[in-house]
């Protein structure tokens, strides 16, 4: 890779603190982030790693999809054509 035109080479840096980014996110948490945020993809958590990290095991338990809060419904987007008609009639 270094025969190639315009190759440059990076030095190390040390990474962020996710501790100090994520102050409110106990140990768990903040593992399995540091397990997302591997730059390296063949050392990054595959999402079947990720489902099995203890983060998922603790305390406090998801909550119940019943309990769940409901959005309300979206209003009908107008069409692109409906759209330019409404603002055609307000310039009039």
């Known amino acids: 890779l270094t ?5 440059i080479e990076f030095e190390s840096a040390p990474g962020s603190d996710i501790k ?20 390296n993809p063949s050392k990054r958590l595959t ?3 990720a489902l099995e990290h203890p983060y998922f095991r603790v305390a406090p338990a998801p909550t119940p999809v ?3 809060p409901v ?3 979206k209003p009908e987007k107008l069409s692109v ?6 603002i055609a009639a ?3």
Do not use: H, I, N, T
Not at 3 to 7: A, C, Q, R, T, V
């Open 20 to 39: 100090a980014m994520f102050q409110a996110y106990g140990p768990d948490a903040l593992s399995l982030l540091r397990g997302f945020f591997v730059y």
């Open 66 to 68: 019943e309990r769940l």
């Open 81 to 86: 054509l409906a759209a330019g008609a409404a």
């Open 90 to 92: 307000a310039k009039r």
């Open 47 to 49: 999402a079947a790693e």
């Open 3 to 7: 025969d190639l035109p315009g190759f």
């Open 71 to 73: 959005l309300p419904p």
